[in-house]
């Protein structure tokens, strides 16, 4: 190559100073043409200066949808901590509702039950296992709470017994654990029967009644209530309703499955009776 421009480097300048005059004639004499150096500059420039404006293009976009994405996203962030608000707002208000609805209760309770003494409690703690059903409550040996306490709910139903006493908590047993023992009568029949439980009625929520006549008829739906038989209950206070009479595996005995009034899950302001009065 070196040769050759060596040999031919005075044709080559011939011809470039040719193209040359013939360029620059041609664009005096057509001036409204294009300039072919320009031509052939923006036949090049062109396709690059398309992809930098698609390029450039681009950007602005990412940048505008990354703005963008800012500006949601802390809008988002605002609008979950206001929905925050708004729903603590809202348990706080039920729960002074649910307490309004106890301390109602509590009142109709004391004035249609005058010999009662009650003292109120949290439910603080829930245990059911496979062979128990208890519940802790708020207050213990320091404000009077003693084992044998009966517990019940606002409305006057059953929950159960304390059966341990601390300081400031107390454990109960409710009607559905096997522990439980209470004399009860049934309601519209007036048989005086015995309130217990077992394993496989606290698996199904359940308790029963057993030392049944042989000339019962409970129906469903009959209410149970102790008896106050023994000064251990105070009398009256609804246990549970009657669901169904079944016999045991021998077929010897029959027991009636009773409901309990109380729904056991679902406690939270409970009463002690810490004195009563059957007579």
């Not at 200066?49 to 390029?55: E, H, I, K, P, R």
């Not at 009142?107 to 603080?124: A, R, Y």
């Not at 000064?231 to 077929?251: C, D, H, K, N, R």
């Amino acid at each position: 190559m070196k040769n050759y421009f060596h040999e031919n480097g005075i044709w080559v300048l011939i011809v470039a100073l040719a193209l040359t005059g013939v360029l620059t004639i041609t664009s005096a004499v057509l001036p409204n043409l294009t300039s072919p150096l320009s031509n052939v500059l923006g036949i090049v420039s062109t396709p690059v200066q398309g992809t930098v404006s698609s390029f450039a293009g681009w950007l602005e976009g990412l940048y505008n949808y990354a703005f963008r994405y800012d500006q949601m996203s802390e809008k988002l962030a605002l609008a979950e901590q206001e929905l925050a608000d708004v729903r603590s707002q809202l348990r706080e208000a039920q729960d002074a509702l649910a307490e309004n609805e106890h301390l109602r209760a509590a009142l109709n309770l004391v004035e249609e039950k005058t010999d009662l003494t009650l003292m109120d409690v949290k439910v603080t703690e829930g245990s059911s296992t496979s062979w128990e059903s208890t519940l802790q409550i708020s207050k213990g040996s320091n404000a009077g709470i003693k084992k044998g306490d009966v517990v019940i709910t606002g409305t006057g139903y059953l929950v159960g017994v304390v059966q341990e006493v601390g300081t400031n908590w107390a454990r109960m047993i409710t009607i559905i654990d096997p522990n439980i023992s209470v004399s009860a009568n049934v309601y519209r029949t007036g048989d005086t029967v015995m309130l217990e439980s077992d394993l496989d009625m606290m698996q199904q929520g359940r308790c029963k009644l057993t030392y049944l006549g042989e000339d019962v008829s409970f129906i469903s739906g009959d209410e149970v209530l102790t008896s106050g038989a023994n000064g251990t209950y105070p009398s009256g206070l609804v246990i549970g309703y009657v669901e169904s009479l079944q016999a045991t595996p021998s077929g010897l005995e029959r027991y009636a499955v009773v409901q309990p009034a109380a729904q056991l899950d679902e406690l939270g302001t409970l009463f002690v009776v810490t004195g009563f009065d059957n007579d």
